[in-house]
């Protein structure tokens, strides 16, 4: 079995393939580039130099959400045109997820944290137990000290990982009351094999959609749809006044 996967749900922009258990090719960058600069130039370099025929992959899975919205759209854009043009279907595997995923067989909590601004992060908590990973909390977005208050109850120690690591860096020393640690740079963002790697899973688990049913998970709404909210609710609240 053959999975391509694709991430640009975050800051990092990442491609790869996976075959059955074997990793044949991983490209990411985290470097001042647009997704929309990236995402296509480094699928086109592993398709060269892996010579991949796109024909021959089973699946396409695509980090689904939640995470940067122009960075959603793009990877969400790209999976479902090839997923059109190859006749192969999509596989959505949540960002929150995957990130977890990284850490395979870690001891304790797993806590991904992405930055998703106003103090708030969108994370998850995970485990592993017998080898698998299991969902304690399905991801949401959340204030942080919310989470680090559950993360303090639940009493255990926990690793965190994410682009919400240095953002909220000091206020976790502050604020959490249990033991923690944070992931090593070669695991601390997200990587496209740990969604091809996870993605093999639920497509054998027969979790796919087609191309046309697939939409990315947002969790929240848009900065831009929060702002005419606002601007909206300031405009009745003036003609109120009035």
């Known amino acids: 079995m053959k999975i391509l996967a694709l991430d640009s749900s975050g800051i990092v922009a990442s491609v790869a393939v996976v075959e059955d258990d074997t990793l044949l090719a991983e490209y990411t960058v985290n470097y001042k580039k647009t997704h929309s600069q990236t995402l296509l130039p480094m699928l086109d370099e592993i398709v060269k130099m892996t010579e991949l025929e796109l024909e021959s992959i089973d699946a396409i899975a695509v980090a689904a959400g939640p995470g940067s919205f122009t960075g959603l759209r793009i990877g969400s854009a790209t999976a479902k045109g090839l997923g059109l043009a190859l006749k192969k279907p999509l596989v959505a595997v949540p960002t929150v997820d995957a990130l977890a995923y990284n850490l395979y067989d870690a001891q304790g909590l797993i806590c991904p944290i992405m930055d998703a601004r106003r103090k708030q992060v969108y994370t998850g908590i995970y485990r592993f137990e017998n080898h698998q990973l299991v969902t304690l909390k399905e991801q949401w977005a959340a204030p942080i000290e919310e989470l680090l208050d559950e993360l ?29 640690s944070f992931a090593p740079a070669h695991v601390n ?15 054998k688990e027969g979790r796919t959609e087609t191309a046309m049913e697939h939409v990315p998970e947002y969790l929240r709404v848009s900065q831009a749809e929060r702002e005419r909210a606002e601007r909206e609710k300031a405009q009745k609240q003036a003609g109120a006044e009035a």
């Not at 909220?168 to 020393?173: C, P, S």
């Not at 963002?189 to 497509?203: P, T």
């Open 189 to 203: 963002k997200q990587r496209a094999a740990a969604v091809a790697a996870l993605g093999s899973i639920y497509y």
């Open 152 to 180: 303090n109850q639940r009493g255990e120690m926990v690793t965190f990982l994410g682009d919400g690591v240095p953002v909220f860096r000091e206020l976790i020393a502050e604020k959490l009351h249990v033991p923690y």
